[in-house]
């Protein structure tokens, strides 16, 4: 279920006044604190973890033994194996989407409309999260199914009442199921008309079900019912769709409604905040969904020093890979009966627009000829089934993103705090400067276990992929709980400046939007026996940390 609007109810006239400028950097009684500036990129590049001196402290590069547990808490951050009553975003999935009407009211949009709402936004989330491994294939319905009862006969609000929550699902599954064949689709959206007078927007969320709906000899498990307003807020359907992949609810619900939200990850996850600046999904996640190799999670156990280099977590490869997603954020559903015979579908850089030929059509089965092995390694796209084209794509400069970070350090502004407030970089939607960092295939997550179920997670987070908003950058640090429920923090950032704030004009939650570890700056945990340290950059963009244990 997504989180209400940031801010705790603020608005915009409570805070003139008030300037970035004025607030980054000031500490909580006033005071001005003043961080280490960065350093210019100057040292090479290394791509492997290592360690810094003989001893039992290792970076192992198998991350098995640091994969916590999954244990019986709904949504569970546990690693080691995967839960089979979720579907496993490791390859592109099919959803179809349902749009229902009532007898009480005429609809003032389209469902074509309201696709364009969530795609391809949607998709072009999911797609760079998984660097290409993955991607939501939409198939909406062209025409309003009519609900035969009113919308205010459903009682819908965000703590549904189960009856009611079961007779809008039995009733919409049986209003579609005449035009729908959802023996096709790996994932079920029904969208509510957004005008009808008894839908509430702050209902939107995954129903799980005990005792699934069956439909055209399929097992119906979950379905994401969609009550949002025209326009919907940002990336809301992502957030719900991170359910259905069998990740929780990071934000934190206070008590009667009244309250910060995002007291445990601030802006830094989407499970987290649909708003946040930097939604990326945490490296721990994608750990989860099968996104990272086993060689970019370090392992990080025993006492002494280890020194790891650690991609941003933002950096992508720059061709691609079998699941046919490009580097750019364009993807193709290849073979399949929709597939446009001009080959537009399959350009990067071109957008799918719903209802034209072949864009978003049936699904298909994908190509065989077009792979080059596992999804995400590089190689060149065979033939497009429906195009004929072939060849190798290009680089992500190529493909219109443009810059190199060693610019960032002459053309980003150095706040009063320290952090630096990163330019925005033109190129492909969302990738600002992809193109500087590399293959994209290096380390991207460090695990230190510190008990049956918890671990502490490091993992660079700056201005790339889908983190482009982003204010500040440096080392995030944050604490994972397999066993804790979601909702109840499952995961949380660790501050390395409990004392500043930052990004008050954008940010969900100031107070964690400066948590990152800067460049020369040194983070001991609370309440552990781990140091970190953040040392240099290299001329990639990758960073290089010290953890010291014990």
Not at 62 to 83: I, K
Not at 269 to 296: I, N, T, V, Y
Not at 344 to 371: E, F, H, K, Q, T
């Amino acid at each position: 279920m997504p989180r209400p609007l940031p801010l705790g109810g603020l608005t915009r006239e409570a805070l003139q006044g008030f300037t970035r400028e004025a607030l980054r950097g000031l500490a909580r009684d006033g005071t001005p604190r003043w961080r280490s500036t960065a350093a210019v990129f100057t040292s090479m590049t290394a791509l492997a973890a290592t360690s810094l001196m003989p001893g039992p402290a290792l970076a192992e590069p198998r991350s098995a033994p640091c994969a916590l547990e999954r244990t019986e808490a709904h949504h569970s951050e546990g690693v080691d194996t995967w839960n089979a009553t979720y579907v496993r975003p490791t390859h592109p999935l099919d959803a179809v989407m349902v749009f229902l009407s009532f007898p009480d009211s005429t609809p003032r949009t389209t469902p074509a409309e309201l696709t364009t709402d969530y795609f391809p936004a949607t998709s072009d989330f999911f797609e760079r999260a998984s660097y290409g491994k993955f991607t939501v294939r939409p198939h909406p319905l062209p025409a309003w199914i009519r609900m035969p009862h009113t919308s205010k006969s459903y009682a819908i609000q965000r703590d549904w009442n189960s009856e009611h929550r079961a007779a809008y699902l039995r009733d919409a599954l049986a209003a579609a199921d005449r035009q729908v064949d959802f023996s096709r689709y790996d994932i079920v959206y029904f969208v509510a008309d957004p005008d009808a007078p008894g839908v509430d927007s702050d209902a939107t969320k995954v129903v799980n079900l005990d005792t699934p709906l069956q439909a055209d000899g399929k097992d119906i498990s979950r379905v994401v019912t969609v009550f949002e307003k025209h326009p919907p807020d940002r990336l809301v359907l992502a957030h719900e769709t991170g359910h259905v992949f069998d990740l929780p609810d990071l934000y934190h619900r206070p008590t009667g409604g009244k309250g910060d939200w995002d007291t445990y990850v601030g802006d830094w996850d989407l499970m987290g905040s649909q708003f946040g600046l930097a939604p990326d999904l945490f490296g721990w996640h994608k750990w989860k969904l099968g996104w990272l190799e086993s060689h970019q999670v370090a392992c990080v156990r025993g006492t002494g020093s280890t020194l790891l280099t650690l991609e941003p977590l933002g950096a992508e490869p720059a061709t691609v890979g079998a699941a046919g997603v490009g580097a750019s954020g364009s993807s193709w559903v290849l073979g399949g009966a929709g597939a446009a015979s001009s080959g537009a579908s399959g350009v990067p850089g071109v957008s799918r627009v719903p209802g034209s030929s072949g864009a978003w059509g049936p699904p298909g089965p994908l190509a065989s000829s077009g792979s080059s092995g596992p999804p995400g390694l590089s190689g060149t796209l065979g033939s497009l089934a429906s195009s004929g084209s072939s060849g190798t794509l290009g680089s992500l400069a190529s493909s219109g993103s443009s810059g190199t970070l060693g610019s960032l350090a002459s053309s980003g502004s150095l706040a009063s705090s320290g952090s630096l407030v990163l330019p925005r970089v033109s190129g492909a939607p969302g990738v600002a400067g992809a193109g500087a960092f590399g293959s994209g295939r290096g380390t991207k997550l460090a695990v230190i276990p510190t008990g049956a179920n918890s671990a502490l997670a490091l993992e660079a987070r700056g201005s790339a992929g889908n983190d482009g908003n982003t204010c500040t950058q440096g080392v995030l640090v944050y604490r994972v709980r397999s066993d804790t429920e979601s909702g109840g923090g499952p995961i949380e950032v660790l501050d390395a400046h409990p004392r500043t704030e930052s990004c008050w004009e954008d940010s969900v939650y100031p107070p964690l939007a400066d948590a990152p570890v800067a460049l020369g700056e040194t983070y001991t945990v609370p309440g552990e026996k781990v140091r970190i340290e953040v040392e240099d950059r290299t001329v990639s963009g990758a960073w290089t940390v010290k953890i010291t244990t014990g």
